[in-house]
């Protein structure tokens, strides 16, 4: 779902005065200092829940938590989080820890393992390597696919990923930059289950979470009574967070497992994070320094956002495999966001400090995320900048409202008729995404997608064009019916600032026939 993209003291000479280099070094925030910004944010915000834990120099200085389960309970630091995309790092390890039992070697072919994997060009197809899958430069445009992952549930398995890839048409050429993926961790995530020869979540918990002791993390299908202590999502509506339907007790394995569906607890995510800062020698027994490395190595520029070089004075930001990396204040920092409904999450390492800290939101809270990832990254890099959590929530609501795009005025819209769409009725189908019916509904019309439930709603008209309005909670879009017949339907977002993950840009649905 949504995705997202975002976010490393100097040294003073010996000879300052005592009161100098007092002054320019920072000593470990007390817990008031802390309580500070996460309470400033919370405020802001109106936060539903949040945990946040600190590390600094190795040990875990710092843990909050705020919120209550949907039991009625406050969340605490075992209280399980959806991760979104910063399971990738975990993804990237599992198949590091593969490597190191000499299964496989990241040059390797993915054809190798899968098969029936493909790419729109045979010759990149022949030439994707494994740690091609992990290093967002496949040539595909950011987000592509991920219809085939959102909105969940959906009928989509992993193996549909592998197998649909190759319809996805690319917008550069491979390996030549960056667009962020999903499609293709969740390819990675069979690659290791193909050379481990188990299920993705079998494995991700046999050799990430139980060698760490990251007890509480849970992926593939799990029981929520069971387990217990598990935060609500909540989305804002009109301003005010407010519950996601509760779901069942069942969690079921989705498609998208690999690119972002772990849950952990603040505690394991201490851990991991511990893991990176300052292991342990049985931890480095584990996953050797080298493979360690790897992870971190800078594969791919990133472009460098204005704000960034505003904020943090940022001169690079590179993916590696599963996590980024980019420069603050001067200091290096490894990190990843994560994004689903209802949830957000981040973790944020120095590791010439062995510092760093990981913030969970039981809310679709993109603006809060990026604002107190910058106040506590602050709190190491630049500790005297003294802004505010209000400061720079204000400039980046201010800057937000400067790129907006304008939003198309479909307010007279109305419900189309299977009169004036008698042409256009039918079982329309595209190769990856699958088929789709648009027919009458009594006076009205329906589009349904076979794959993919949730993308159902009805069919409005606005002036001489037409839409989507879904049932669901997703971003309207346009549909493009072709002049004549045998050409191809495509579809498109109506609002241009929407979410990326729900971009239907890649679809080309041809008629197969009739309505059912």
Same mark, same amino acid.
């Given at each position: 779902m949504k995705r997202i993209a975002e976010f490393t003291l100097v040294a003073l000479a010996l000879a300052l005065c005592a009161t100098a280099i007092q002054a320019?070094?920072?000593?470990?925030?007390?817990?008031?200092?802390?309580?500070?910004?996460v309470n400033a944010a919370i405020a802001h915000y109106h936060l539903p829940g949040i945990a946040v834990g600190v590390i600094d120099h190795g040990k875990v200085v710092y843990k909050r938590t705020y919120g209550r389960q949907p039991s009625g309970k406050p969340i605490d630091a075992d209280t399980l989080f959806e991760l979104g995309s910063t399971t990738k790092a975990m993804t990237v390890t599992l198949l590091a820890r593969l490597a190191e039992q000499g299964k496989f070697h990241w040059d390797d072919p993915v054809t190798k393992y899968l098969p029936s994997f493909g790419m729109s060009d045979p010759w990149?197809?022949?030439?994707?390597?494994?740690?091609?899958?992990?290093?967002?430069?496949?040539?595909?445009?950011?987000?592509?696919?991920?219809?085939?992952?959102?909105?969940?549930?959906?009928?989509?398995?992993?193996?549909d990923v592998v197998k649909g890839v190759r319809y996805l048409k690319p917008v550069y050429s491979?390996?030549?930059?960056?667009?962020?993926?999903?499609?293709?961790?969740?390819?990675?995530?069979?690659?290791?289950?193909?050379?481990?020869?188990?299920?993705?979540?079998?494995?991700?918990?046999?050799?990430?979470?139980?060698?760490?002791?990251?007890s509480r993390c849970q992926v593939g299908t799990w029981d929520r009574d069971k387990i217990g202590n598990v935060a609500r999502p909540h989305?804002?509506?009109?301003?005010?967070?407010?519950?996601?339907?509760?779901p069942g007790a069942i969690r079921d394995a989705t498609v998208m497992d690999a690119a972002g569906g772990a849950s952990c607890s603040l505690n394991d995510m201490m851990i991991w994070a511990k893991n990176w800062l300052a292991p342990t020698p049985q931890q480095l027994h584990w996953l050797s320094p080298a493979q360690r490395r790897k992870e971190?190595?800078?594969?791919?520029?990133?472009?460098?956002?204005?704000?960034?070089?505003a904020w943090n004075d940022t001169q690079f930001v590179a993916n590696a495999h599963g996590w980024f990396l980019s420069d603050a204040d001067g200091e290096t920092v490894v990190w990843h966001t994560g994004v689903l409904e209802g949830m957000r999450a981040a973790i944020m390492l120095l590791p010439h400090r062995k510092s760093g800290f990981v913030v969970l939101i039981n809310g679709s809270a993109d603006d809060a995320l990026t604002v107190l990832d910058e106040v506590l990254l602050k709190h190491f890099t630049a500790?005297?900048?003294? $802004?505010?959590?209000?400061?720079?929530? +204000?400039?980046?609501? *201010?800057?937000? @409202? $400067?790129?907006?795009?304008?939003?198309? +005025?479909?307010?007279? *819209?109305?419900? @189309?008729?299977?009169?004036?769409?008698?042409?256009?009725?039918?079982?329309?189908?595209?190769?990856?995404f699958g088929k789709v019916t648009i027919c009458s509904q009594g006076d009205t019309v329906r589009f349904a997608s076979q794959m993919s439930?949730?993308?159902?709603?009805?069919?409005?008209?606005?002036?001489?064009?037409?839409?989507?309005?879904?049932?669901?909670?997703?971003?309207d879009a346009w549909l493009l019916f072709p002049a004549q017949a045998g050409d191809t339907l495509h579809m498109l977002l109506v609002d241009p600032n929407g979410d990326a993950s729900s971009d239907f840009r890649d679809l080309g649905f041809t008629r197969k026939g009739d309505c059912p």
């Open positions: 320019a070094t920072p000593k470990p925030a007390q817990d008031a200092d802390y309580d500070r910004l990149v197809t022949k030439n994707v390597q494994v740690g091609d899958l992990v290093s967002h430069h496949s040539g595909l445009h950011s987000f592509a696919g991920d219809l085939m992952l959102w909105p969940h549930p959906s009928h989509f398995t992993p193996q491979f390996r030549a930059g960056y667009s962020y993926d999903n499609v293709l961790f969740v390819v990675a995530g069979q690659v290791a289950a193909a050379i481990g020869g188990a299920p993705y979540a079998e494995l991700l918990s046999r050799n990430v979470f139980e060698p760490l002791g990251m989305v804002s509506r009109h301003g005010h967070y407010v519950a996601v339907s509760a971190w190595l800078p594969y791919t520029p990133v472009p460098v956002s204005q704000r960034r070089r500790p005297h900048d003294g $802004r505010s959590v209000a400061s720079y929530a +204000d400039e980046l609501a *201010r800057d937000e @409202a $400067r790129g907006e795009l304008p939003v198309p +005025d479909t307010s007279t *819209r109305r419900p @189309a008729t299977p009169v004036e769409l008698k042409a256009q009725l039918g079982v329309w189908q595209d190769p990856w439930p949730l993308l159902t709603g009805q069919v409005m008209r606005v002036g001489q064009r037409y839409l989507v309005q879904w049932a669901h909670d997703d971003p």
